[in-house]
């Protein structure tokens, strides 16, 4: 068993899809990029602060002792982060930025157990050029909303995938090969 220091319901799909038992902690920490802050340290730093917080929660609510996993997932694009849109308008910038070319997913892993082990998955995905009226009504859809930038590739985005090299789970937000290697670092599979 472990705890899961996300509020991310695809990340809890995904360690259900392995058959990893997991009580979820959600972590609340400030998550505002550093000045001059590369993305690659950024998503690194988000998966151990919100590991740090989610063991600090557990410890307070006096819970078994297990390891916890804290995962975060950034899109890129030209070196800067294209963050969660929070409403339409910022998801069509988004999703017009991504259109017809390739970027980068960052899905950073911190395990907090016996050890310290942390991962990063890279993943390269290439959007077909997108019209305005798709842009629209995925927009309509709600479905950018809060994603990783503004898309869900496990939703109706995929039909706007038109390459994927790396880990699609790791572009969901949980890349599934290296957390069971977190796992089994820790004898939990």
Do not use: W
């Amino acid at each position: 068993m472990i705890y899961l220091a996300s509020a991310s319901e695809r990340r809890q799909e995904l360690l259900k899809q392995i058959a990893v038992a997991f009580v979820t902690l959600v972590p609340d920490i400030d998550e505002t990029p550093h000045a001059s802050e590369a993305p690659l340290a950024y998503v690194q730093r988000m998966a151990h602060e919100k590991a740090v917080a989610g063991t600090r929660e557990r410890d307070r609510r006096g819970l078994a002792s297990a390891p916890v996993l804290g995962a975060d997932t950034i899109v890129v694009h030209d070196g800067a982060i294209l963050h969660k849109p929070d409403d339409a308008p910022a998801a069509r910038a988004a999703l017009r930025r991504l259109s017809g070319v390739e970027h980068t997913v960052y899905t950073a892993l911190c395990l907090l157990g016996q050890g310290h082990n942390e991962v990063v998955a890279r993943s390269d995905v290439t959007f077909k050029r997108l019209c305005e009226s798709e842009i629209d009504a995925y927009c309509a859809t709600g479905e950018p909303i809060g994603k990783a930038g503004g898309y869900a590739i496990q939703g109706r985005a995929a039909l706007f995938i038109a390459r994927l090299v790396g880990s699609y789970s790791g572009v969901v937000g949980l890349p599934l090969y290296e957390c069971g290697q977190l796992l089994a670092a820790e004898g939990l599979l």
